[in-house]
């Protein structure tokens, strides 16, 4: 049963990619190897557009997220104080209210406060849900960092900034790298709510995806989608390792 | 004794502070626009519809009513309507059965992968999860591209000789169903992997000694005992299942309508944001009940192991 | 004072509770401790005694509830630890992952802004000091359990503090590299004079290298001395029961003569024993023998002496143990040395006398 089960969940994306390769449009002959669709993908005009809107969005939304997030995981972090739980729920709030709902409340927001829906209006909406993702690896590792090397620091004449700047910091790094990669990947992945938010002049990769498929089915979809499956493979992984790269354990 | 007490208690206020000013950022964020936001929808349900969209502030309980019930146009009284339930009604049957399918099909999974020896789980674990990662609208349009009539899954049944038109999978209830569990299928696995990696499998020997069946070891031993990740799980693929968008959208095809499609066009075609509003806060309160009845079964399962 | 050294650390009457309402630990009650400059002190005692307490307290990571600490003659109870001249080695070392052993060593003289020279010169004397300059370079993760240990010290002892504190270093590693660095720390603190706290709960650690121990439980100091002090004249039944093996006798003082009480046990035997200041006629007490002190002799010497027969020996390489079943019951400890014919006298069910002197018998008030 396991064995269908992953040949489930990959056996569309793999027959997707096998196809984005073949030379001429069709799926019951194969014309050749060709990186032609690719060409065509990358050269299209739209797609470009929307995957540069796509990396400054994401870029500036995971950078805004991880820092807020590290500055939250370090309050959170210790023993347990009033209201902690709150804050908890308050954090990961945008992973339990389903995304059409957030979508929805976005938008009514932004017209109700008067903020333009473009680029800016979706920055903020995915800052929201970059947040908790950011956190998480965070505080997964600094959950990890025993409590003596701090001590050890302040026991050695650092006082508080220095202890953070010379030890803590440099300790949670590959967490923070971790969360960025993550809050990154989960911002240019994201759809119902970039559709909401978005404003008639910008678009992102998946919005111009969606229109393409909407218009019908073609190779150069096949490429587009192989290679966004690649790069969104290749940010998780390396989120992955780098976050459990070297925890530190002097035992 | 005073000296001591009063010095510890001064720097935990000092504490106090500094977390409270490092939370802010992500608090407020996230309250002002997210907590904030729903609010305004919650308030927005109960307004009347604006001509081009928007709302006139006028307080009405007319997009509640929607659901129920329609205006006739002659004499305005209140016609029962079923429009709007079965589109409800599609989405909770759907939901549910998008849980059980991942369930049939990510038990055995995640038993499998719980009986690994302990350097291959992990590997595992990442298998069944990378998908998830990867972009849901690709892995939806894979499926599209998958079950279509002229995909490649009906070009190879007919190339094997099992069919001889093809199957219509795509645009119909069943694809939007397999378009659920594609989307949601890790989501089971994980937390019923979480659960039964803990599961303590002397007790699976202690019922066989003590003349059980396979069935019955199944169903009376270790399934009661996972019941908190199979919660878990379920409750993981039902919630995002009920609310979404993009499977009903693409592999629905325009009719089959789930709640999620309902509320999108209401804030892009048909332009009544009271109702869309009301149609989310409905999402909304299932989400809650959900989530009360899973942390109400939580600590009453701590209670009972103490 | 007999010691006209300076005190180093004075504690005095230092309480530590933790928690609140209804769920207080008392972990510190009422310590009071006069530490001697350029001295090998240790804190002794089973886990929970509140040895390590005493030492963060010392070092600055937790707060008194009441009472004061002075170094030196100055007030540090309020002061936060990067404010004391103290330095610690930490039980598990918390070397800094991300550092090489030079930056770690180096990381104190960094915080206080020394010059690169300085720094780099006292790096490579410390590290040569612990015998680790040819590491210097390694990143502290790569490295085996006795080496950490030498940077920890190393880390330590770079910025020349008035006092270290060492909590439990020895007690990650195997057996053989324990006993060298026992020697190497006695020998270290003997060469730089500064004052070593040392927190063990291992007796023969403390025993060897301390010059003076006090014995900790429940918080409280139960006894200060000199090892030998502490092994042979112990003050109380904790102490006693504490290091090393003994038996105790609970028995009622028949009479006290001329600094020897003579005592009488349940099953009628009497011995006689070291008499206590204040004790007198009709008191019980305990009595404490060790069974090293306890001889097979069968006529011919003055002193104590108990009728019983062997139930178990057991061979302890060095010496032999005998258990030996006296007629009221009660069961003894006697050991001894296996050069001098002890494995071979005695065999089980025989009957012997054991002898031993009053001077070897403690007097236990409590």
């Known amino acids: 049963m396991t064995w269908a089960c992953m040949v489930f969940l990959y056996g569309p994306i793999i027959i997707v990619a096998i196809y984005s390769f073949n030379e001429i449009r069709s799926i019951t002959v194969w014309g050749g190897f060709s990186f032609a ?215 | 004794m005073v000296r001591g007490r009063q010095a510890q208690r001064r720097k935990q206020r000092k504490e106090n502070i500094v977390r409270a000013m490092l939370l802010s950022p992500s608090l407020l964020i996230i309250g002002g626009f ?31 009513i929607q659901f129920l019930f329609e205006r006739d146009f002659v004499d305005e009284s209140l016609v029962f309507s079923t429009a709007y339930l079965e589109i409800y009604g599609r989405s909770f049957l759907q939901a549910i059965v998008a849980t059980v399918a991942c369930f049939i099909i990510g038990f055995p999974t995640a038993y499998f992968i719980a009986t690994r020896p302990e350097h291959q789980k992990n590997m595992w674990v990442l298998l069944v999860t990378v998908p998830y990662w990867v972009n849901l609208l690709i892995r939806t349009i894979s499926m599209l591209f998958l079950i279509r009539n002229e995909g490649p899954l009906n070009y190879g049944l007919q190339a094997i000789g099992l069919i001889d038109t093809p199957i219509q999978i795509a645009y119909t209830n069943v694809g939007v169903g397999i378009g659920l569990v594609y989307s949601y299928l890790p989501f089971m696995v994980l937390p019923l992997y979480a659960t039964i990696e803990r599961f303590d499998f002397r007790l699976v020997e202690v019922a066989y000694d003590l003349y059980a069946d396979r069935w019955t070891v199944l169903f009376k031993v270790i399934m009661p005992i996972c019941l908190p990740g199979i919660i878990a799980g379920s409750l993981l693929v039902f919630i995002p299942s009920l609310g979404a968008f993009i499977a009903p959208d693409l592999l629905g095809g325009g009719k089959n309508l789930m709640i999620g499609n309902l509320i999108a066009l209401q804030f892009q075609g048909s332009r009544n944001w009271p109702f869309g509003s009301a149609a989310a806060m409905i999402v909304m309160s299932v989400v809650l009940v959900a989530l009360i009845v899973y942390t109400r079964q939580q600590t009453r399962s701590r209670i009972q192991v103490y | 004072m007999a010691d006209a050294r300076n005190s180093a650390v004075k504690i005095e009457h230092v309480v530590k509770w933790f928690g609140a309402g209804d769920r207080v630990v008392h972990a510190l009650a009422d310590v009071s401790l006069d530490i001697l400059d350029n001295e090998f002190f240790t804190l002794l005692g089973p886990s929970g005694c509140g040895k390590t307490t005493l030492l963060r307290c010392i070092a600055g990571f937790e707060q008194p509830t009441d009472g004061r600490i002075l170094l030196f003659g100055d007030e540090i109870d309020e002061l936060p630890p990067n404010k004391r001249p103290v330095n610690t080695v930490f039980q598990h070392y918390a070397l800094f992952p991300h550092m090489t052993v030079a930056a770690n060593v180096g990381f104190g003289l960094r915080m206080l802004k020394r010059s690169k020279n300085e720094i780099d010169t006292v790096v490579a004397r410390i590290l040569k000091l612990v015998h680790m300059e040819h590491l210097a370079d390694r990143r502290s993760t790569q490295l085996s359990g006795g080496q950490q240990q030498r940077v920890a010290l190393a880390r330590a002892l770079a910025t020349q503090p008035k006092v270290l504190l060492l909590d439990e270093p020895l007690s990650a590693l195997d057996l053989k590299l324990r006993q060298q660095m026992r020697d190497e720390l006695k020998q270290l603190q003997e060469e730089t004079g500064i004052t070593f706290i040392f927190v063990t709960h291992d007796q023969e650690e403390a025993l060897t290298m301390s010059d003076r121990v006090a014995v900790m439980s429940d918080g409280e100091v139960q006894q200060v001395g000199t090892p030998t002090e502490i092994y042979e004249q112990p003050k109380n039944h904790f102490v006693a029961d504490f290091i090393g093996e003994t038996n105790f006798f609970d028995v009622t003082v028949e009479s006290v003569n001329g600094g020897k009480a003579t005592c009488v046990a349940p099953g009628g035997a009497r011995v006689v024993a070291e008499a206590v200041e204040g004790c007198k006629a009709g008191d019980t007490v305990s009595l404490s023998v060790r069974p090293e002190r306890i001889r097979f002799a069968a006529e011919g010497v003055d002193g104590n002496s108990l009728i019983g027969v062997i139930e178990r020996p057991t061979y302890l390489g060095t010496d032999t143990r005998y258990r030996v079943r006296l007629p009221d019951g009660f069961s003894v400890l006697v050991r001894v040395q296996n050069a001098h014919g002890g494995a071979n006298s005695v065999t089980v069910g025989d009957t012997v006398a054991l002898r031993f002197d009053p001077g070897a018998v403690i007097m236990l008030m409590d």
């Open chain 2, 34 to 64: 997210l907590i904030g936001p729903l609010c305004i929808v919650l308030v927005y349900s109960f307004l009347t519809p604006g001509t081009f969209g928007g709302v006139i502030w006028e307080a009405t309980f007319d997009a509640y």
């Open chain 1, 37 to 251: 669709w690719y060409v065509k993908a990358l050269n299209n005009d739209l797609i470009q557009r929307a995957t540069f809107n796509s990396l400054i969005i994401a870029v500036g939304a995971s950078t805004i997220a991880t820092s807020f997030a590290t500055l939250a995981a370090l309050a959170m972090r210790g023993r347990a104080f009033r209201g902690r739980e709150g804050a908890f729920g308050v954090i990961s709030l945008p992973l339990i209210v389903p995304e059409i709902v957030s979508a929805v409340a976005s938008l009514i927001f932004f017209v109700l406060i008067g903020i333009p829906l473009g680029l800016g209006s979706i920055l903020l909406a995915h800052t929201v849900f970059c947040i908790p993702f950011a956190y998480l690896p965070i505080s997964a590792r600094l959950d990890g960092i025993e409590g003596y090397y701090e001590e050890a620091a302040r026991d050695l004449y650092a006082d508080g900034r220095q202890a953070f700047f010379h030890v803590t910091l440099p300790m949670l790094l590959p967490g923070i790298m971790a969360g960025f990669m993550l809050a990154f990947i989960i911002s240019l992945d994201d759809f119902i709510i970039t559709n909401f938010v978005a404003g008639p002049g910008s678009t992102t990769l998946p919005l111009a995806i969606y229109g393409l498929v909407r218009t019908g089915l073609t190779p150069e979809i096949n490429a587009i989608s192989t290679m966004l499956l690649l790069v969104s493979i290749f940010f998780v992984t390396m989120s992955f390792i780098i976050g459990r790269r070297n925890v530190g354990k002097n035992r």
